[in-house]
């Protein structure tokens, strides 16, 4: 009886095991067999559409507003709307820093660096961070003033809450489109078709570019619609591959010397026939045709030949380079791989490139030192991997250094920048919502934290007197006094922001001597100054004949276009 | 024999601390509003509570409570701009402020602070001025925060009596401290107090305690006992129970204020500083009720 019993339990047991078995592997078998039997049924399950706003605004390039107000800065993009669908100009938005055509028309503005894609169009970006995890059907931006600079939309494998992030962090363009301009300024909601991806995404990145807007372009809220769980569509439906998409240029560079030619053996011995016309052709006349490229049909027209190889590898293609719109696939690897090439560099724009891990500081320590002797243009916005070190082996190794761009680099503590003096050359220093405290020579500042800036404006009066572009936008403390030094010491400046600087007032006759101190005088900013009256614009107008932008708080436009003949644009902001 | 009496008291304590429970739960305001503006407008339609130029605002944060009132100067109305703007747009922010937590529950000037710095930031900043009266409650100390910069203010009350009251800041007779942003050639002449200047105080408080938060336009029309008679009405705290009782409180300050021949505590200052007046003051009425009560979602 017993035996029995164990004999039929173990045969039981032996079954029920080989059954659960079977069950976990046709499990595991994947997919196909739930698709199998999906087809089978009559009605698909229901997929539920999870709509979120923003959580948290993880970075952005540049804000109107002060770094602690509510006021015009990129937090109030975070969660619900404030203002849509009102329309107008509210505090409660998102504003970045310029508009229009102003900042690139100036005498300060960097010129443009070669071998740029026309296709990108970003000026500034901001990132954003979503509650859960989603794969995306929806991504809508409510604009509510001046809208249409959305020119690009970014998904991010990465989800930025997590404890132990990936190695591997993808971006994927969701949307992208050229800068446009609404037919009214009034508000609406931007939705474009966005592409299916296969990864669930939480963290958006938007990239602006309000080039052809009429004035400042702000943004309330965004909304990330999407699915749980992955689409059924994208498993049948092979997204349609975009050959410019086909660039994993970077990634491709870290294969070195991989040579994918079928003609190598042949080339090495006959010198000549081995490349067809190539060979015929002088070898500047190549270099000048593969100048027209692109960075990285540069890096995959070296993988074509060796004769091509050594063309695309000729560091005097890689005089002026700019990384930035390859921001999202830049990393240490490719960094070592321009090395070699990139020994006589003048301009870098790295700007935007390497956040989350992928540019570590000693990569880059190690590609400015090989690289660095001959440059004459950094620009380092964005760039959140810098700390003291970058700075101190960017200021020993480039003595030649004059234009270095830092804006935004808010995880370089104030003791950093005791390096930049050591700068003899510097024409131009960015130093936007950086945490610099001190003050050295020639150096010119944007929004910071200095507590008195009477004390900078009258150390620059002493020492910089060629002073040609001053930026003081939002430089509270700066009084009458400060000023009336800095016009007396540099009389050769041609542009002066003072925005938002509340302690100066009209009634002191700072502004009536300034006029009269700087001749040169091309672009002058008085953005949100009450105390601007017509007397002040009399003497402007008499004194400084270069005026070409002016940007005042005021009511008669006509006035200001009758009085100001060459001015080419004027920021009244009533009209 | 010594070692008796600690034991005795490290029981004793056992006990005390677990009959005691009361400490470690959150308290919450539990608050309702009701005003009169003075010419009977309700005016434009705005976010947030206004009555007259009068503005309030209760905000719930995760840390803490929040109740404000601002009396807008009703001067301003000559020279062309309207109060009730700043005084509206002031607590507005400060409920905004609160809502995203960018303040600190034991610094209710610092919420003051930074909503006026906010009022700068508007690139045509508002004209106009008012008093502020700020009330935070933290939830996990028990403790309630003040400020009050100007004539308005609050009182608490415990067991019928009133336990703590505010100041009246005033510079001379019927002129309080008042945040205030002119137009850049007035600036000289009109009167601007820093909300640095705004008095502060911190206490305790218990499960029970009714806090009134309210403009001039009440404690200038009704005095303190009439103010404790229609406080002992108030029998339960749920909500509609503190809305009538601050509307009564509300009414009835409304028609004392008209009343040519009572002596109102307004009247009482008048005459003390040697001016023959009777009678009410007709001024916009704001009434903020709240009472502590335990916290639930």
């Known amino acids: ?575 | 024999m010594l070692s008796v009496l600690s034991y005795g008291r490290l029981v004793a304590r056992a006990v005390i601390g677990g009959l005691s429970q009361t400490d470690s739960r959150d308290y919450s305001l539990v608050s309702a509003s009701f005003g009169y503006g003075k010419d009977f407008r309700k005016g434009i339609f705005k976010k947030g509570m206004c009555y007259g130029d009068d503005a309030c605002f209760i905000a719930r944060h995760r840390s803490a409570d929040v109740l404000g009132v601002a009396d807008g100067v009703g001067g301003w109305r000559d020279y062309g701009v309207d109060p009730s703007q700043f005084s509206a747009t002031l607590m507005r922010t400060c409920e905004r402020l609160v809502k995203e937590g960018r303040f600190v529950p034991s610094n209710p000037v610092g919420i003051l602070t930074t909503s006026y710095y906010e009022l700068l930031q508007n690139k045509v900043p508002l004209l106009g001025s008012s008093t502020a009266c700020i009330v935070v409650l933290d939830r996990q100390s028990h403790r309630l925060h003040t400020a009050n910069l100007g004539d308005s203010g609050f009182l608490v009350v415990r067991g019928g009596e009133v336990v703590h009251r505010s100041d009246e800041q005033q510079h001379y007779f019927n002129t309080p401290f008042q945040l205030s942003i002119a137009p850049p050639e007035a600036e000289g002449s009109v009167l601007s107090d820093s909300p640095e200047a705004a008095d502060s105080s911190s206490f305790d408080v218990q499960l029970g305690d009714i806090i009134l938060t309210a403009t001039d336009g009440l404690f200038d029309n009704m005095p303190d006992y009439m103010i404790l008679q229609e406080l002992k009405k108030l029998k339960y705290t749920n909500y509609e129970s503190i809305q009538q009782t601050a509307k009564s409180i509300a009414e009835q300050a409304h028609v004392l204020a008209y009343d040519p021949n009572y002596m109102s505590p307004f009247a009482q200052f008048a005459n003390d500083n040697g001016l023959n007046v009777r009678g009410g003051k007709p001024d916009d009425i704001t009434v903020l009720l709240s009472i502590v009560a335990e916290y639930t979602d």
Request: glycine content about 6%; proline content about 5%.
């Open chain 1, 1 to 575: 009886m017993f035996p029995m019993l164990t004999l039929l339990s173990m045969f039981y047991y032996i079954c029920l095991r080989r059954r659960c078995r079977s069950g976990s592997r046709g499990e595991s078998l994947g997919g196909r067999r739930a698709l199998v039997d999906l087809g089978q049924r009559s009605t698909l399950p229901v997929t539920v559409e999870v709509e979120q706003y923003a959580k948290e605004v993880l970075d952005f390039s540049s804000h109107y507003g002060s770094e602690n107000s509510m006021s015009y800065t990129m937090w109030n993009l975070a969660g619900v709307p404030n203002v849509y669908p009102s329309s107008g100009d509210f505090t409660q938005t998102a504003v970045f820093r310029t508009y229009g055509r102003w900042w690139d028309q100036c005498v300060s503005s960097p010129a443009q660096i070669r071998r740029t894609p026309p296709s990108f169009h970003s000026r500034d970006f901001l990132e954003l961070a979503f509650e859960e995890q989603v794969y995306p059907t929806a991504v809508e931006v409510l604009e509510t003033y001046h809208p249409g600079a959305v020119v690009q939309i970014l998904a991010c494998s990465l989800n930025p809450f997590t404890q132990n992030p990936p190695a591997d962090v993808r971006w994927e363009v969701l949307w992208s489109g050229e800068p446009t301009k609404a037919m009214n300024p009034q508000a609406r909601q931007f939705s474009p078709t966005i592409r299916p991806i296969n990864f669930p995404t939480n963290l958006l990145r938007l990239e602006v570019n309000s080039s052809m807007l009429e004035y400042y372009t702000e943004l309330d809220a965004v909304v990330l619609r999407g699915v749980r769980e992955r689409p059924i569509l994208a498993l049948y439906k092979m997204p349609m591959i975009d050959i410019s998409d086909l660039s994993d240029g970077e990634e491709d560079l870290s294969e070195t010397g991989g040579a994918l030619c079928c003609r190598s053996a042949a080339a090495d011995h006959k010198h000549s026939l081995g490349n067809g016309y190539f060979d015929k052709l002088p070898y500047e006349l190549i270099q000048v045709i593969i100048s027209h490229l692109a960075v990285p049909d540069l890096c995959r027209l070296g993988q074509c030949c060796k004769l091509l190889q050594q063309h695309c590898s000729d560091p005097l293609q890689y005089v002026q380079l700019s990384l930035q719109p390859y921001w999202s696939r830049l990393n240490d690897a490719s960094l070592a791989h321009l090395q070699p090439r990139c020994t006589l560099l003048q301009r870098l724009n790295m700007s935007w490139c390497g956040n989350r891990g992928a540019v570590t500081a000693a990569g880059f320590c190690s590609f400015i030192r090989s690289c660095g002797m001959s440059l004459v243009c950094l620009e380092l916005s964005c760039c959140h991997f810098l700390n003291e070190m970058c700075l101190e082996v960017i200021c020993a190794t480039c003595p030649r250094l004059q234009e270095l761009d830092l804006s935004s680099c808010d995880r370089l503590q104030p003791q950093a920048f005791t390096h930049i003096a050591k700068l003899a050359h510097l024409q131009r220093l960015i130093l936007y919502r950086t945490k610099i405290e001190h003050i050295h020579n020639h150096i010119f500042y944007h929004e910071s934290f200095i507590e008195d800036y009477d004390v900078v404006v009258s150390l620059l009066a002493a020492r910089c007197r060629g002073l040609v572009s001053l930026d003081l936008w939002r430089c509270r403390n700066l009084s009458e006094r400060g000023l009336a030094e800095l016009v007396a010491g540099c009389a050769g400046l041609e542009e002066l922001d003072l925005g938002w600087c509340s302690s100066l007032h009209s009634s002191s006759g700072c502004i009536q001597l300034l006029c009269r101190r700087l001749k040169r005088l091309r672009k002058l900013f008085l953005t949100a100054n009450r105390t601007v009256c017509d007397n002040d614009l009399e003497q402007l107008a008499a004194n400084c004949p270069s005026l070409e932008h002016l940007d005042i708080l005021g009511e008669d436009i006509n006035t200001l276009t009758s009085t100001f003949k060459n001015a080419v644009m004027i920021n009244p902001l009533w009209h």
